[in-house]
């Protein structure tokens, strides 16, 4: 070492020839022998051996990876998945709760017209029911159209940062590949100088020993880092196949399952209509038949009661007979009437026969002297 670099404080570079990084150690870290050029490249920046230097070795990666990770913990919420999922967890449950028996029910009131009223009003209830329900549902779908748009270009920002990951971590292999390399030369340069004399040179190893330190917890925290990346690349696949699902999911049910509700609805108030008309049918024939039986329960009383109404006289026997016994009883009263006033007459005639002699008798007598 001279002087001069004595008093700047920077170690002299090792003599000793950077040793070759075989296929395995390459293999581990990701790389291939046509990484070589850029490692010999990076590893120059560790030829200053200086504590400040080494700790802030490859701190551009690794300042690359935590930016990604804060953008990619801004982006990837599962609070997205969830408002989609909730909206259309919304969509199945007001669907559920459209309730199509309004035509099951029968009709107790005998009444035609009664029963056209409450079909009427059963059919336009349902179809009022299922309007409303309808808007809710395309307006819920309309909200998860937007937020479906927004994860479509989620999935494209999810490409991109898949690919911004494995730039990190091709560059955190070049960083650490780079350190082991320069790790080897110096732990050469350590055994060549083991046992010397020379303060200088015991100066040097114990730099040397210092920046083997720093460097050996330099690559490690690489690796780490290059591992951690490893695993995000799999999880940005899984959460950008998640989001694939859901948006195939929304489509599904955007482009079947509503148009299918729909045409079901259709086809049951078709099916309820029917029922219904055969229901109305049923009670027209039932009427029907209850109308011609009342009339003709009316045609035979009212037959028969002309028929006797017809074959009667004008005047009863009955009522010749009871004129005649009264007529009879009558003359035969009179008579006897009559009898007892001429018995009555001729008593009363003898009777003033024998007083009128009675007095002449009397008044013809002498007088008494």
Do not use: C
């Amino acid at each position: 070492m001279t002087q001069d670099s004595q008093n700047s404080g920077t170690l002299v570079p090792a003599t000793t020839p950077a040793p070759e990084l075989d296929d395995s150690t390459l293999k581990a870290l990701g790389l291939v022998r046509d990484d070589l050029p850029r490692i010999a490249e990076i590893g120059r920046e560790l030829e200053d051996l200086r504590p400040g230097n080494l700790q802030v070795f490859g701190r551009e990666a690794a300042a690359r990876t935590t930016a990604f990770s804060s953008q990619l913990l801004d982006q990837v919420r599962n609070r997205d998945l969830d408002a989609n999922g909730e909206k259309l967890g919304e969509v199945v449950r007001i669907a559920r709760e459209l309730k199509l028996d309004g035509f099951s029910q029968r009709s107790k009131v005998p009444l035609i017209g009664g029963l056209i009223d409450r079909l009427r009003s059963s059919k336009g209830e349902l179809v009022q029911k299922f309007s409303d329900t309808n808007s809710q549902i395309e307006q819920l779908l309309g909200d998860v159209g937007a937020q479906q748009a927004l994860m479509g270009k989620r999935v494209s920002d999810f490409d991109r940062m898949h690919d911004i990951v494995r730039e990190e971590r091709h560059a955190l292999g070049l960083y650490a590949a780079a350190g082991k390399q320069r790790l080897a030369q110096l732990q050469s340069e350590q055994l060549l100088g083991q046992g010397s004399e020379d303060p200088q040179q015991r100066i040097r190893q114990s730099e040397i020993d210092n920046a083997i330190r720093l460097i050996e917890k330099r690559v490690s925290d690489l690796q780490l880092m290059q591992h951690a990346a490893d695993q995000s690349l799999p999880m940005i696949r899984l959460i950008q196949a998640n989001a694939l699902q859901l948006i195939e999911k929304f489509n599904t049910v955007r482009d079947i399952t509503i148009p299918s509700w729909k045409r079901q609805f259709a086809i049951q108030l078709s099916l309820g209509e029917q029922k219904n008309a055969a229901e109305l049918a049923n009670a027209i024939d039932d009427a029907t038949n209850e109308l011609m039986r009342r009339n003709a329960d009316l045609m035979r009383q009212a037959s028969v009661d002309t028929a006797r109404s017809n074959q009667r006289g004008v005047i009863d026997v009955a009522t010749l007979r009871h004129v005649h016994d009264q007529l009879i009883a009558t003359v035969e009263e009179v008579r006897s009437i009559h009898r007892e006033g001429m018995q009555q007459r001729q008593q009363a005639e003898v009777e003033l026969l024998r007083l009128r002699e009675d007095l002449q008798q009397r008044l013809a007598g002498p007088t008494a002297s």
